[in-house]
């Protein structure tokens, strides 16, 4: 079973940053477009980044200009720096791992907790 790591969660102020890690085995990271969802209580899960692995990047409107998602390619990691958070950033954050020709293969993270708050 494909596994997908996430870390860097956590409680931050409102204006803070944060950075998630989400390390992929090499096969799935060299191949696959990596991204992030995020899910806040009782909503539905929701696309925040996505990265290619040429490096071309795409945010969601909500988050563009304040976050941003890179990979290491040697470390097979993919990183969301989010900066000026705000709370209604706070939600659990999704790795994800989408093959770019075949919809039906794609990967999840366990989630990494993320809470914005004073």
């Known amino acids: 079973q494909v596994q997908l790591v996430e870390s860097g969660g956590g409680l931050v102020q409102p204006g803070g940053s944060l950075r998630l890690s989400c390390a992929a085995p090499g096969s799935i990271f060299s191949a696959y477009r990596m991204g992030w969802y995020r899910q806040a209580p009782g909503k539905e899960r929701k696309w925040v980044a996505r990265i290619t692995g040429g490096g071309s990047t795409d945010y969601a409107d909500s988050v563009k200009g304040r976050f941003t998602i890179s990979r290491d390619n040697a470390k097979n990691t993919v990183y969301l720096q989010m900066d000026s958070l705000r709370p209604e950033d706070a939600a659990v954050y999704y790795c994800?791992?989408?093959?770019?020709?075949?919809?039906?293969?794609?990967?999840w993270g366990q989630g990494t907790q993320v809470t914005v708050s004073s």
């Open positions: 994800n791992a989408q093959h770019p020709f075949y919809a039906a293969s794609y990967f």
